[in-house]
Every structure is written in C-alpha cells, then in structure tokens.
C-alpha cells in the first residue's frame, strides 16, 4: 500500500504542480495582454473620462491600428460617441479583421498580433438553421516569432448574419494557424462551425 501511494505522489504531484504552474502563467500573461491594450488606448480613455474635447481625425489612427480597431468602437460606444469612428472601418469585414487579430494575441493562440493580415473572402454557411457567414483573413508574423517559418497562415471570424452590425461579438472566431497552402477557407469555417459549434450572440 506505501509503494502504491509512493507511486501515485511521484506522478500525480508533478502533474497538479505542472497545472497549478500553467493556470498561473496563463493568468499573468492575460493581465499582461490586458496591460498592453490598455497602454495603447490609455490617453484616449484619460480624455473621454475627463469629458475633454475629441475630433474625430483623431480617433483614425485608433481605427486605422488593427490591434485597437474593435476596442475603440466598444471604448466610444461606451461614452456615446461612435460618431466619431471612420465610416471606413465600420465596417462588419474591418471588425473583424481587429477581431481575429486580438484574438491571436493571446498567449494560448498564435501569443501575437499578426504583422500582416489580408481579407481572403466571405464565406456563406448554415448556423443551426439561420443563413450565416464568416469573413476569413491571411495573416503571417515576422522573425523572431517561431510561428515566422509557416509564413500565411489562416484563420476567421464569425458567424455574422444579414442582421448583424460591425463590431457584433463574433463567437467563431478562430485559427488553427494552418498554413494558407494546407486548407481553403471553406474548409477553415466548415471545421469552426462543426467543432465549436458558436451560435448568434443574443
């Protein structure tokens, strides 16, 4: 009986500490990214919550960055003031460019906000009956990154609906970061729809 619980310590300790060592890595990289979109916003947020005045030239070069696109829209939308957002991003295909991207940021993803991204194509697909699609994005990052090497790779964001607004929370979004030259985007969302299965976000 003492071998059988001297084994079962020797393996089953290193595998809760290995668990409980992850969860904390992954918590302190989440407040990382967290810190990190808020620097890149943060004189923004300081003027809206000081009621200052904003022109909306200034808002472009938030809109025009990927990695603040989406961000922003939910920051002026809070303070109502999604007028000053650039008719050419909103747009349902922009936000989910800046989706994707933030989406692949996280640590537990491709741990980076691609240096390139390109729209490919929309793609039309059944969502439990109801007509969907999702808009599907090349993207690559650049050395050091040792994702650099798969060059394009591919991802998407959705589903969206005839009904849905840019910046609808797309539940689909995701990337098995396939290279571009290894899957099409049909089958990229088909493998999304059936295996995470995401609904429209009422």
């Known amino acids: 009986m003492k071998l059988l619980l001297a084994l079962v310590s020797i393996v089953v300790i290193p595998v809760l500490f290995f668990a409980a060592y992850r969860a904390f890595a992954f918590q302190k990289e ?7 979109r808020f620097e890149r916003l943060k004189d923004l947020i300081m003027r809206l919550e000081k009621k200052k005045t904003i022109r ?3 808002i472009e070069k938030y809109a025009a960055d ?7 829209y939910r920051l002026l939308k809070k303070f ?10 909103l747009t349902i295909e922009k ?11 996280f640590p537990t993803e491709l741990d980076a906000v691609p240096d390139e991204m390109e729209h490919l194509k929309r793609v039309d697909i059944d ?7 999702y808009h599907v994005y090349k993207f690559r990052v650049n050395e050091p990154h040792k994702a650099a090497k798969k060059g394009w790779m591919i991802g998407a964001a959705g589903p969206y609906f005839e009904d849905s607004k840019p910046y609808d929370v797309a539940t689909g979004t995701f990337s098995r970061l396939n290279k571009l030259d290894e899957i099409t985007p049909e089958e990229e969302v088909k493998w999304i729809q059936k295996n995470l299965k ?3 976000k009422v």
């Open 80 to 89: 109502d003031k999604t007028g000053l957002f650039p008719a050419a991003f």
């Open 66 to 72: 990927r990695r603040t696109r989406e961000s922003t």
């Open 56 to 58: 909306a030239a200034e």
């Open 127 to 133: 969502v439990f009956g109801e007509k969907g699609y």
């Open 95 to 105: 936000g989910a460019e800046s989706t994707l991207a933030n989406w692949l940021e």
């Open 198 to 200: 995401p609904r429209k």
């Open 30 to 36: 989440k407040r990382s990214i967290r810190n990190r």
